[in-house]
């Protein structure tokens, strides 16, 4: 069932981020994105998402360098997006005027 396996992942990798796993979390976002992109095909809302939320590990673990990179990728792919209530364009856009501070 594919739902309940990205419901799982999802679970997963905030329990790896409670735990301070980090590790296990960011590879766990890839195989989300490689797993996403094989069952969906080229899906930009998806990809966006899994850029967003890795950079907050790369935050969380200190890395604002690579968290800023990754948070501008999201945003970029966002922007390409049509403006709705999944759009986090504007709270990336946020996220990397606070983390460049």
């Not at 981020?17 to 797993?35: I, K, P, V």
């Not at 899994?50 to 360098?65: C, M, N, P, R, S």
């Amino acid at each position: 069932n594919r739902d309940m396996k990205e419901v799982l992942m999802v679970n997963l990798i905030s329990e790896y981020l409670q735990a301070g796993q980090f590790d296990n979390a960011q590879q766990l976002y890839d195989n989300t994105l490689e797993y996403a992109t094989a069952e969906y095909g080229e899906n930009p809302q998806m990809t966006a998402m899994v850029y967003f939320e890795k950079a907050h590990i790369y935050e969380q673990t200190g890395d604002l360098e690579n968290a800023i990179r990754m948070m501008q990728k999201s945003a970029a792919v966002f922007e390409q997006l049509p403006k709705n209530n999944f759009n986090r364009y504007e709270d990336a856009m946020e996220f990397i005027r606070m983390w460049g501070e």
